[in-house]
């Protein structure tokens, strides 16, 4: 198993440009998470599905930042319009269902916003 | 709310001496607690699920539900252990929203 796959690695956008994270959970893990990492905040969960469903958005700071699961195999988390302050390291991670299963995360993307 | 909470940003200590990395929580519910840690720009790994009990790269933590806490121990630093370290805490509905601490730098001197 390749492990959840998160492209691009790094991006560097300027201001005001629309930016798309990729997400692709491993096989059979039936949650999906988003999560933003920064000095200042630490690791804040953005948004949540379930069988491809939206659980919880509480954490999306924004209308500028939206999340869509199409497929249980792919995830994206969309930018529009990027600001500077949005510039962080943003990680994916999915889990199977039960108690004894723990989250895998992906190797994150370094969003960089000139 | 439900919250965990590391007291400390940052921990130095000698190669061989005692780590002990805080973690409190609050959660009103069963709490399911985990570590993880990243290494220098590398993903997050699991280190320790509580309900395993197991012992991972030396690291062991026991869940202190009177005291709220999850405090990870190692007898012996190693060099190796240099990392960001991560208390986290399973809350919300089939307690599968992961919430985490703000981590602890833990830097092992030679």
């Known amino acids: 198993d390749a492990g959840v796959i998160q492209s691009p690695r790094h991006e560097v956008t300027e201001m005001g440009q629309e930016v798309t994270l990729r997400c692709k959970p491993i096989?059979?893990?039936?949650?999906l998470f988003w999560y933003r990492q920064t000095m200042m905040r630490g690791l804040e969960l953005l948004i949540y599905?379930?069988?491809?469903?939206?659980?919880?958005d509480s954490g999306m700071p924004e209308d500028r930042f939206s999340a869509k699961m199409p497929n249980a195999s792919f995830s994206t988390l969309k930018i529009q319009p990027s600001e500077p302050r949005d510039s962080a390291v943003y990680f994916c991670a999915s889990r199977r269902t039960g108690l004894h299963y723990g989250y895998t995360f992906g190797s994150g993307t370094r969003l960089t916003v000139v | 709310a439900q919250r965990v909470t590391q007291p400390e940003k940052l921990l130095s200590v000698f190669k061989g001496a005692p780590v002990e990395l805080k973690c409190n929580y609050s959660?009103?519910?069963?709490?399911?607690l985990f570590w993880y840690v990243q290494y220098s720009r590398q993903r997050l790994q699991l280190l320790l699920r509580h309900i395993s009990r197991e012992s991972i790269k030396g690291f062991t933590a026991d869940l202190n539900k009177g005291e709220t806490s999850f405090h990870l121990k190692k007898p012996f630093a190693q060099e190796e252990d240099s990392a960001m370290y991560y208390c986290a805490l399973t809350v919300g509905p089939g307690a599968q929203k992961l919430v985490f601490g703000q981590g602890t730098r833990l830097t092992i001197n030679p």
């Open positions: 599905f379930n069988n491809n469903v939206p659980i919880d």
């Open positions: 959660y009103s519910g069963s709490p399911e």
């Open positions: 096989s059979g893990h039936d949650y």
